[in-house]
């Protein structure tokens, strides 16, 4: 067992992702993941990677797909203005089924917005990474040692599916330090990229990165072809947490640093002895919809809790489907929830309560 | 019959003068009857041919009308976002240092929407070549006005012909980057007569001779044509050409981190440098 080290978040990522064999980093920086880019900065070089701090956003996702293209594990990590610059680039890796790793460490919006945590890039991350009928993963994690943990992993699907992948956090797990099991060293075994622009060395078939398809059935059949993976991805790569919800009236959805304050306040209502319990999706794309879609006959009422004005809250409506009640509370802006808050929420709706408040919305 | 042919075409004395070259695919283009760019395809294919590098050669292609170069070139492609290319390829080259990368862009895409990809990778002396297709227009979209459209010159989108007090100055790539320090190369070049043509493949085969020596960033602007959207002839194209482009765009080499300087403003001052230097290795 290797030993815990105290790190900061957005450090624990970069350095796992060394550890997957990620040995190529394009960026541009940007608050608050800022600490994520000086690690590589500083760690690559010494191991002959590759750090470039790219002319933008634009630039650096189209060296992430140029690299991908010539068939490393490469990444590139922002923050919420800086992501929806990577979205034509984004769109162009699906297009090509090109694999990469984009980390946004989310701050509040729209516009320059500010620099404290949010969430409110949810909608962009799972519906809209880019133009075009297409989905990248999504993986949100809730610790410092899952920000770790989901590295690898983010990467192997990537490679598996062909496509970008997405680990989504926010500020406050960026920043925030904790103790953490880092992944063993040695061992990462890459898989073979035969598709990869290597130069033929006139011994294969050229290969092309490529999303253009200018005959209609040509690129509906390549879109086909790509959604038949999405739905293998729909069905075998799902990641949930579940805690207290087989007895749970009120379910709390909570996913990233707001399921820490949801988790919070879940035991706070269960010392009063209301059964109120958590699902934590991990992947919002895929989102976790077969576990919610189990808790449906358990629990009266669903609770979406986020640090937004309400977007996981639409999937999540999707899978209840007017079975059940669906409840939102959110803070924007930088403005973190606290637990007492989100408990007073969920008495409320023990109590059959319609509150109307500006963070709060009840369907 | 048989012995017609016999005597016309011997077997034993047919010699190949001229064949298309290993690096093109054997597919028919889409480019317009009298357009240069595939002029210009077929130097590329033929420099790699005798570099005998197709094996390690990456083209990225961009989005213009050379859109579907991928198909046209017989080595691995990339196809680019608009204006993308120079940082796709900065992520290729970095990945494969010893591989042989080249952008092939138009001049909406190198130097209206990549201006940004293209002035940042010449700075940072990506070991890159690019080959420029200066057509001053937006060919693929039916004949916008480009950043290199000239003075007064119409197109769809300035219908009265470009008002540099409303459109500001077409822009001259070579004599904008010859400035940079990354660069090492900067040259210009035509493809209206077969000298000139013989011209441009030197200067082309130079480019990719400087990344391979890994001596940085080398960019070879091709004033070419697009009969189409002049709305001329293929003949008439070459001559305004000739009469409006050469003027304003002139040919020579703009930076040669070998030459120096003061040996290259020379040359650029001398003219039309795209017949001069650079023989002998054909
Ligand atoms: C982001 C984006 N904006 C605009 C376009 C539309 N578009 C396609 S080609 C092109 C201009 C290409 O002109 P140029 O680079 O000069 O190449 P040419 O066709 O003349 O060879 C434009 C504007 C696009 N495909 N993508
Ligand atoms: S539109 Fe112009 S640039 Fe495009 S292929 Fe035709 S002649 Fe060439
Ligand atoms: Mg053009």
Redesign the interface.
């Known amino acids: 067992m290797a030993e815990k080290v105290l790190m900061k978040g957005n450090e624990a990522l970069a350095e796992a992702a060394i550890r997957a064999g990620c040995k190529t980093f394009f960026g541009y920086p940007i608050t608050p993941q800022t600490e994520l880019a000086a690690y590589m900065a500083k760690a690559l070089p010494p191991i002959g990677g590759t750090y470039l701090q790219a002319e933008s956003e634009v630039a650096a996702i189209n060296m992430v797909y140029g690299a991908s293209a010539a068939g490393v594990r490469v990444m590139t990590s922002s923050s919420s203005p800086g992501v929806s610059l990577k979205q034509e680039g984004i769109s162009y890796l699906i297009g090509a089924d090109l694999p990469a790793l984009i980390i946004n460490i989310q701050r509040g919006g729209p516009g320059l917005g500010g620099i404290q945590p949010s969430q409110a890039d949810y909608w962009q991350a799972t519906k809209a990474t880019g133009h075009g009928d297409g989905q990248i993963i999504v993986l949100a994690p809730s610790t410092v040692q899952e920000m770790t943990d989901l590295v690898a992993l983010a990467f192997d699907l990537g490679d598996k599916y062909r496509t970008p992948v997405m680990i989504l956090a926010d500020g406050l797990l960026g920043q925030m330090m904790e103790p953490v099991e880092l992944p063993e060293t040695d061992g990462v075994e890459l898989p073979e990229k035969p598709w990869a622009l290597t130069g033929h060395g006139n011994s294969r078939e050229k290969n092309m990165a490529n999303s253009m398809h200018l005959d209609p059935q040509e690129l509906e059949d390549s879109i086909l072809e790509r959604y038949e993976r999405y739905l293998v991805i729909k069905q075998d790569e799902q990641l949930a947490e579940s805690y207290l919800t087989e007895d749970a009236d009120i379910t709390l959805v909570a996913y990233g640093a707001a399921a820490r304050v949801a988790r919070s306040a879940v035991n706070k209502v269960r010392a009063e002895g209301i059964s109120a319990g958590l699902i934590r999706p991990i992947s919002l794309w895929p989102f976790s919809v077969d576990v919610i879609e189990q808790q449906v006959p358990i629990s009266s009422d669903f609770l979406s809790v986020e640090f937004s004005m309400g977007q996981m809250v639409d999937d999540l409506r999707l899978v209840v489907d007017g079975r059940k009640r669906v409840h939102f509370y959110g803070h924007t802006g930088g403005i973190v929830p606290t637990p007492d808050e989100i408990a007073d929420v969920i008495r409320r709706i023990a109590a059959g309560e319609k509150v109307n408040q500006v963070a709060f919305r009840s369907y | 019959m048989s012995t017609t042919t016999e005597s016309v075409v011997s077997t034993e004395k047919r010699r190949v003068l001229f064949s298309r070259p290993k690096s093109l695919s054997d597919v028919v283009t889409h480019y317009c009857p009298g357009c240069t760019h595939g002029i210009v395809h077929r130097l590329v294919a033929e420099v790699i041919d005798q570099l005998d590098i197709?094996?390690?050669?990456?083209g990225?292609c961009p989005v213009g009308c050379s859109?579907?170069a991928?198909n046209y070139?017989?080595?691995?492609?990339?196809?680019?976002?608009h204006g993308?290319a120079p940082?796709?390829?900065?992520?290729?080259?970095?990945?494969?240092p010893d591989?042989?990368v080249f952008t092939y862009q138009g001049d909406g895409d190198l130097a209206s929407i990549g201006m940004?990809?293209t002035v940042?990778a010449a700075l940072r002396g990506e070991k890159i070549t690019v080959i420029f297709i200066n057509n001053a227009i937006y060919g693929m979209t039916g004949g916008q006005m480009a950043p290199t459209s000239l003075p007064g010159q119409v197109t769809q989108t300035s219908p009265y012909g470009r008002d540099i007090e409303a459109a500001g100055y077409p822009v001259k790539v070579c004599e904008l980057l010859s400035g940079l320090e990354g660069v090492a190369l900067a040259q210009r070049v035509t493809v209206d007569t077969p000298n000139h043509v013989r011209a441009a493949r030197r200067a082309i085969k130079k480019a990719f001779d400087y990344q391979i020596e890994g001596l940085g960033y080398s960019i070879i602007e091709v004033i070419s044509t697009c009969p189409t959207n002049w709305g001329l002839s293929a003949d008439a194209s070459m001559k305004w050409l000739r009469e409006n482009m050469l003027p304003y765009y002139p040919l020579g080499v703009f930076k040669d981190i070998k030459a120096g300087a003061a040996a290259a403003g020379a040359a650029a001052a001398a003219g039309d440098a795209n017949t001069a230097g650079d023989a002998g290795d054909e």
């Open positions: 197709e094996g390690k050669t990456i990225v859109v579907l991928h070139f017989n080595f691995d492609m990339a196809q680019a976002a993308r940082a796709v390829a900065t992520g290729l080259k970095r990945s494969l591989s042989v940004a990809e940042h």
